[in-house]
Nanobody, 125 residues
Framework: QVPLVESGGGLVQAGGSLRLSCAAS????????KGWFRQAPGKEREFVAA????????YYADSVKGRFTISRDNARNTVFLQMNNLKAEDTAVYYC??????????????????WGQGTQVTVSS
């Protein structure tokens, strides 16, 4: 059973918005930090955003700061990524992740205890 399942990806024009969701199943992930990473074709997976276990602390990559917002609903075991003012360079497969010890800036390791299967986001210019 896949513990993290993403949804909400798709094709959008530059300047548009998408909201990604990641639902956790089979375990209680409320104590885990949740994050979003992405991987564009031919590039390494990179950090996008993260929230600590209760959402009080959030972290963003410089490339998405001011445009993306991470939030979580522990009652529903779900984490969200609201993406506004999308750019062509945001095109990638987006992965949800859970890590008990969390992630901290400035050097965010591309590591997680659990990964989702990924959802494609394509931004046309």
């Amino acid at each position: 059973q896949v513990p993290l399942v993403e949804s909400g990806g798709g094709l959008v024009q530059a300047g548009g918005s998408l909201r990604l969701s990641c639902a956790a199943s089979g375990r209680t992930f409320s104590v885990y930090a949740k994050g979003w990473f992405r991987q564009a074709p031919g590039k390494e997976r990179e950090f996008v955003a993260a929230a600590n276990w209760n959402g009080d602390s959030t972290y963003y990559a410089d490339s998405v700061k001011g445009r993306f917002t991470i939030s979580r609903d522990n009652a529903r075991n779900t984490v969200f990524l609201q993406m506004n003012n999308l750019k062509a360079e945001d095109t990638a497969v987006y992965y949800c992740a859970a890590r008990f010890r969390g992630w901290k800036l400035p050097q965010v390791p591309v590591e997680a205890d659990y990964w989702g299967q990924g959802t494609q986001v394509t931004v046309s210019s």
